[in-house]
């Protein structure tokens, strides 16, 4: 594998979130499916599993992550501030949690914190620079005992993962009654930057070459990310739900990682877009964040 290279890919019959078998190609050129029936827009054909470790696990990934050290302290503290108001009082574990900064910054908050991730070098980063000792895999199929948890977060993991269903389950499991999920994952079907993109790419703008005309994403191995699944608010509220939360507050991911004169841009056009929201309930916004509490049981029984 490698980015310039050829990955493995793995073509979905049937739609992952409802597993109707509707699949409309929106972009085949790049790989753009979206099902019919609950409007799930994602990639297939995808990489597989096997292929996104790899991806995730090359030694110089997070080595920019690092770079931009302090620019990323000012993220995660904007997002410690939106969770800290709805956290559950005990323990936190942060799913494909990186090179484990945010828990560095949430562990104060917490009785305890733990953080699962696929990525080795992420892992090593996370002991030699926060002495935290992460678990190496995916949660689903690591030995937490249920109802062990009473906060747990996914930051831009769900659109990462091959079965997002399974993960939210999975979550449900591990969370103790009443607790809470923390989603965050990027809203490129709706946003604007994506409709800026798609033009620019119509207009053959050279900046644009590696976004889809039709959307406006990047196609998987064009970017620094590879995302499988491409979520609406709508989508990811449905997930949610199905699998048995309740989403208790919803907004947009205060996500950028800029310093200077870029932070004040940003952090003007997040400002502009988090009151569009507020007044019109209109996510145009690169991301969406919901919290979401567990209820007692998931809602669609044996496929959850
Ligand atoms: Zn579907």
């Known amino acids: 594998m490698s980015l310039n290279g050829t990955l493995r890919m793995e073509t979905l019959e049937s739609c992952v979130l409802c597993q109707s078998e509707q699949i409309e190609e929106v972009d085949a050129e790049w790989h753009f499916c979206r099902c019919s029936a609950c409007g799930y827009v994602f990639d297939s054909p995808r990489p597989t599993y096997d292929e996104l470790v790899a991806f995730y696990s090359q030694p110089a990934k997070y080595d920019h992550w690092v770079r931009r050290e302090r620019s990323r302290d000012a993220l995660w503290k904007r997002r410690l501030k939106k969770l800290l108001p709805h956290r559950q009082p005990g323990n936190l574990l942060d799913v494909g949690a990186g090179i484990g900064q945010f828990l560095h910054h949430a562990q104060p908050f917490f009785s305890s914190v733990h953080g699962t991730e696929v990525s080795e070098s992420a892992i090593q980063i996370a002991r030699e620079k926060y002495g935290l000792v992460m678990d190496r895999g995916q949660v689903e199929e690591m030995n937490f005992p249920d109802a062990a948890f009473d906060n747990v977060t996914l930051f831009h993991v769900l659109e990462h993962v091959p079965n997002p269903v399974q993960l939210v389950r999975t979550c449900h499991r591990l969370l103790r009654a009443n607790g809470i999920l923390v989603v965050a994952v990027p809203n490129d079907v709706l946003a604007w ?112």
């Not at 990811?236 to 507050?249: A, W």
């Not at 996510?283 to 029984?301: L, V």
């Open 193 to 304: 930057t994506s409709k800026i993109k798609k033009i620019g790419k119509r207009m053959g703008i050279k900046q644009f070459g590696k976004f889809s005309p039709i959307l406006g994403i990047s196609r998987a191995g064009l970017s620094r990310e590879i995302h499988l699944s491409h979520f609406t608010p709508p989508v990811l509220r449905q997930l949610l739900t199905q699998g048995g939360f309740c989403v208790i507050e919803e907004s947009i991911d205060p996500y950028y990682v800029a310093r200077g004169l870029m932070a004040a841009v940003h952090g003007a056009y997040y400002l502009f877009h988090k009151t569009l929201f507020h007044f019109l309930r209109a996510n145009r916004y690169d991301t969406i964040w919901m919290i979401a509490r567990k209820q007692k049981q998931s809602n669609t029984g044996a496929n959850l």
